[in-house]
């Protein structure tokens, strides 16, 4: 039992897919880490209990 070999339309997708794929890792890599200096930063803290005292 042999495989065909892959068509050559489906490498170029393959690539494209892992291009995009790569692209949206690191934007949520971005966003998280943004996220994570947003709220382990003071003035976060200050401003979440100011709130709460109001």
């Not at 339309?9 to 880490?33: C, E």
């Not at 994570?36 to 005292?53: C, H, M, N």
Request: hydrophobic share 40%; proline share 2%; aromatic share 8%.
């Amino acid at each position: 039992m042999s495989f065909q070999p892959e068509h050559e339309l489906h490498q170029r997708r393959k690539g494209r897919n892992l291009g995009v794929g790569l692209v949206l890792a690191a934007l949520i890599a971005i966003i998280f880490g943004l996220t994570y200096v947003k709220v382990t930063s003071q003035g976060f803290r200050d401003s979440a209990t100011s709130v709460e005292t109001q």
